[in-house]
């Protein structure tokens, strides 16, 4: 399919098409795609962009960074930032894993020289306020960098209500437990969006505090219908027991969108709690190797000492 046979219709389409997995990303659409990256029409070249967040090779990084640094429209540049976000996941990830072994593709010197072309669009008092929040938001993965977490505090604390609703966007992504109170307390704001913003972070990072408030959006229906939606998965999100209960109750509402986030919501939940007994065990395991600890394991079998010693080094 040439792009000159396309309209701009067309192409947007094949882009929605692309980004929900209805194509693979092979040979021919990674030609497509890159053409469609240079396209005349401003939101053809944005939505080009959006795709390669399911693409984060790293082949990809200069020309988000001229995208970001040079085009003339402010929506490109916002989604060639937010796509450098990816890189900024994808380095966090090898760190975890060892740099050495991990089979992501980024390499620690295209890790850097991201996070350093984001900080320097962050940092920057001349650049505008949207390219400086993206930046924000693709940073925010750095979850153990306190200048990140600076970042974000700053953001917040801005008259710019832009800013703040990145800077709750980006509490999400950061995870810092500091973030629980500023959380809970704009769960009540006035402005919809932040409030909105509110109800989706205290849903991704899990908070107990937040499921009475959640629970109450959920099930007042003189609430705005996204907001409730939005807290009904929320609650399935944070694994509280006290949200099960709720959960099904909504799964039999006669709102057939509330009924069908509530089911989700539901399914989510079971995976959270899977997931923390999971963790529980591990700790339990930790636990337990850790008595060991206070033995003589030289009167022990080799095979148990050789197996604590390994595990303490891990």
């Given at each position: 399919?040439?792009?000159?046979?396309?309209?701009?219709?067309?192409?947007?389409?094949?882009?929605?098409d692309?980004?929900?997995?209805?194509h693979?990303?092979?040979?021919?659409?990674?030609?497509?795609?890159?053409?469609?990256?240079?396209?005349?029409?401003?939101?053809?070249?944005?939505?080009?962009?959006?795709?390669?967040?399911?693409?984060?090779?790293?082949?990809?990084?200069?020309?988000?960074?001229?995208?970001?640094?040079?085009?003339?429209?402010?929506?490109?540049?916002?989604?060639?930032?937010?796509?450098l976000?990816?890189y900024?996941?994808?380095?966090?990830?090898?760190?975890?894993?060892?740099?050495?072994?991990?089979?992501?593709?980024?390499?620690?010197?295209?890790?850097?020289?991201?996070?350093?072309?984001?900080?320097?669009?962050?940092q920057?008092?001349?650049?505008?306020?949207?390219?400086?929040r993206?930046?924000?938001?693709?940073?925010a993965f750095?979850?153990?960098?306190?200048?990140?977490?600076?970042?974000?505090?700053w953001a917040?604390?801005q008259?710019?209500?832009?800013?703040?609703?990145?800077?709750?966007?980006?509490?999400?992504?950061?995870?810092?437990?500091?973030?629980?109170?500023?959380?809970?307390?704009?769960?009540?704001?006035?402005?919809?969006q932040?409030?909105?913003?509110?109800?989706?972070a205290?849903?991704?990072?899990?908070?107990?505090?937040?499921?009475?408030?959640?629970?109450?959006?959920?099930?007042?229906?003189?609430?705005?219908?996204?907001?409730?939606?939005?807290?009904?998965?929320?609650?399935?999100e944070?694994?509280?027991?006290?949200?099960?209960?709720?959960?099904?109750?909504?799964?039999?509402?006669?709102?057939r969108?509330?009924?069908?986030?509530?089911?989700?919501a539901?399914?989510?939940?079971?995976?959270?709690?899977?997931?923390?007994?999971?963790?529980?065990?591990?700790?339990?395991?930790?636990?337990?190797?850790?008595?060991?600890?206070?033995?003589?394991?030289?009167?022990m079998?080799?095979?148990?000492?050789?197996?604590?010693?390994?595990?303490?080094?891990?």
């Amino acid at each position: 399919m040439a792009t000159f046979k396309m309209n701009k219709r067309d192409k947007l389409a094949w882009l929605a098409d692309l980004e929900e997995g209805y194509h693979p990303f092979d040979k021919h659409a990674l030609t497509l795609l890159r053409s469609l990256m240079d396209d005349g029409d401003a939101e053809v070249r944005a939505e080009a962009i959006a795709c390669l967040w399911d693409d984060p090779d790293p082949r990809w990084i200069d020309l988000l960074m001229r995208k970001a640094a040079d085009d003339p429209h402010a929506e490109v540049r916002a989604h060639a930032i937010s796509a450098l976000g990816r890189y900024v996941y994808e380095g966090q990830l090898a760190e975890l894993e060892d740099w050495e072994t991990s089979v992501l593709e980024i390499s620690q010197k295209d890790y850097a020289r991201v996070v350093e072309f984001l900080f320097r669009i962050a940092q920057d008092t001349e650049e505008a306020t949207g390219a400086r929040r993206y930046a924000i938001e693709a940073l925010a993965f750095r979850a153990d960098d306190e200048a990140v977490f600076n970042l974000i505090d700053w953001a917040y604390r801005q008259k710019d209500r832009r800013l703040k609703v990145s800077a709750i966007f980006a509490m999400a992504r950061h995870g810092d437990p500091r973030w629980t109170e500023y959380i809970l307390a704009e769960l009540h704001s006035h402005d919809p969006q932040i409030q909105y913003e509110a109800v989706r972070a205290a849903g991704e990072l899990g908070l107990y505090e937040a499921t009475p408030t959640l629970i109450e959006f959920a099930r007042g229906k003189n609430f705005r219908k996204p907001l409730r939606l939005l807290a009904v998965y929320a609650l399935g999100e944070t694994g509280d027991d006290r949200a099960m209960p709720i959960l099904e109750q909504l799964a039999r509402s006669r709102d057939r969108d509330i009924r069908d986030v509530a089911r989700e919501a539901i399914e989510e939940w079971h995976a959270v709690a899977e997931m923390e007994q999971m963790a529980e065990q591990v700790m339990d395991d930790m636990d337990s190797d850790a008595v060991l600890d206070y033995f003589d394991t030289d009167a022990m079998p080799d095979i148990w000492s050789s197996e604590t010693a390994t595990f303490s080094r891990n």
